[in-house]
């Protein structure tokens, strides 16, 4: 799995592609639409969405992996905490004295591995990029969702954009290239952020003192 920077440079350089190959030929506030540029800007959101999506699940798989893989080398962090309170596993602690002891580790590591387990089923099932997927990705790992409400209103709106384009409903109005082009700017304005609290969550790059 690609680190955050990696991800976040290559999802920025494929939106400036196809921006280039599909609306850089239409006047940026025209809503006067041909057919040719409705489909184009209709393809341009589409993809666009599609892009940041696989983007916010790709940096969601790594941080889990960074997070459990530090735990298994004694790292402790925000994350690992927000991980384990999500699981639905609980942990039991042996009541038999005649039971040898075991270490509070070994009561710890099943319930990280079922988190594991129930976080990666829910990224891979993952279907937006509205505000409440970005939360059931993001949370578990300790990531803050931006409250900016600018940012946050541009992520619905790409999300409503997508759903009625992809799925041939009739949208309230087509955007021009201009107010599609800033939303997703918005859009990766909350990729930008998502990848530095990754960074420094992840224990590859900075951790907690160890309990």
Not at 105 to 133: C, M, W
Not at 149 to 170: E, V
Request: charged share 25%; with cysteine; hydrophobic share 40%.
């Amino acid at each position: 799995m690609k680190p955050p920077g990696i991800l976040l440079t290559e999802t920025k350089a494929y939106l400036e592609e196809i921006r280039g190959l599909l609306v850089e030929d239409i006047e940026p506030t025209e809503l006067s639409l041909d057919r040719q540029s409705e489909l184009k800007i209709r393809s341009y959101c589409v993809l666009s969405h599609a892009a940041l999506e696989e983007y916010f699940e790709g940096v969601a798989l790594w941080l889990l992996d960074a997070v459990t893989d530090g735990f298994l080398v004694g790292e402790r962090s925000k994350s690992l905490l927000t991980l384990v309170a999500t699981c639905t596993k609980k942990m039991t602690i042996e009541t038999d004295e005649t039971v040898g002891e075991k270490k509070s580790f070994d009561y710890l590591r099943p319930i990280v591995a079922e988190a594991k387990e129930q976080l990666s089923h829910t990224i891979k099932e993952n279907n937006g990029i509205s505000v409440k997927y970005l939360r059931k990705l993001y949370i578990p790992l300790g990531i803050d969702v931006p409250p900016d409400p600018t940012l946050k209103n541009s992520l619905q709106l790409l999300a409503r954009y997508r759903g009625d384009f992809a799925h041939g409903r009739i949208a309230s109005k087509i955007p021009s290239v201009g107010d599609a082009s800033s939303l997703i700017a918005d859009c990766v304005e909350i990729a930008e952020s998502v990848c530095r609290q990754a960074e420094v969550l992840s224990w590859r790059s900075s951790h907690i003192t160890s309990l």
